[in-house]
T-cell receptor
Framework: EAGVAQSPRYKIIEKRQSVAFWCNPISGHATLYWYQQILGQGPKLLIQFQNNGVVDDSQLPKDRFSAERLKGVDSTLKIQPAKLEDSAVYLC???????????FGSGTRLTVV | GENVEQHPSTLSVQEGDSAVIKCTYSDSASNYFPWYKQELGKRPQLIIDIRSNVGEKKDQRIAVTLNKTAKHFSLHITETQPEDSAVYFCAAAYSSGTYKYIFGTGTRLKVLA
């Protein structure tokens, strides 16, 4: 079974620039999550989709972050404009409706300079 | 709000000794408790999980215990080996149509050879 695919693996941008991350979940997984993991901390949920609808975006900084999951499969997370404190690993995860089989992607390490 | 406290934040043990990591959750609706191992630069990987209708689960050298009354759950690793060195995250999850995960802050385990 293919895993959760994310790209790019690494990204370095200057503050105030824009960046986008892409996630392709495991086939058939209805739920998709985006997490921000700052060095030394646990993953913090940014947004959760079920199919193509948003379930929870309460911790998404909506003034600069946006995400979409068109057609209920792939998802993109965008930051515009980036700040220094956005430097982190952005993890995508997916799971079936049952919640078991929750799988993380390899993440995108973002460095904002 | 919902949160998961995890202790200790760092743990060093001698090879062959046991390691115990403890988590406490706040949301009594939580009914699924996975543990993840994250090696440096890699994605978190599920190592063991337990549902709320079970008090203990064991898989070779790792075991998880759950005390629903106290809202505590713990990870036990016996006969630790250097390759057990990693960051371990607990999570508490509940279903409200779709599963929502709250992660602990992580424990950095170092097994000394």
């Amino acid at each position: 079974e293919a895993g959760v695919a994310q790209s790019p693996r690494y990204k370095i941008i200057e503050k105030r620039q824009s960046v986008a991350f892409w996630c392709n979940p495991i086939s058939g997984h209805a739920t998709l999550y985006w997490y921000q993991q700052i060095l030394g901390q646990g993953p913090k949920l940014l947004i959760q989709f079920q199919n193509n609808g948003v379930v929870d975006d309460s911790q998404l900084p909506k003034d600069r972050f946006s995400a979409e999951r068109l057609k209920g499969v792939d998802s993109t997370l965008k930051i515009q404009p980036a700040k220094l404190e956005d430097s982190a690993v952005y993890l995508c995860a997916s799971s079936p409706m049952t919640g078991r089989g929750y799988t993380f992607g390899s993440g995108t390490r973002l460095t904002v300079v | 709000g919902e949160n998961v406290e995890q202790h200790p934040s760092t743990l060093s043990v001698q090879e062959g000794d046991s390691a115990v990591i403890k988590c406490t959750y706040s949301d009594s609706a939580s009914n699924y408790f996975p543990w993840y191992k994250q090696e440096l630069g890699k994605r978190p990987q599920l190592i063991i999980d337990i549902r709320s209708n079970v008090g203990e689960k064991k898989d070779q050298r790792i075991a998880v215990t759950l005390n629903k009354t106290a809202k505590h759950f713990s990870l036990h690793i016996t006969e630790t080996q250097p390759e057990d060195s990693a960051v371990y995250f607990c999570a508490a999850a509940y279903s409200s149509g779709t599963y929502k995960y709250i992660f602990g802050t992580g424990t950095r385990l170092k097994v000394l050879a």
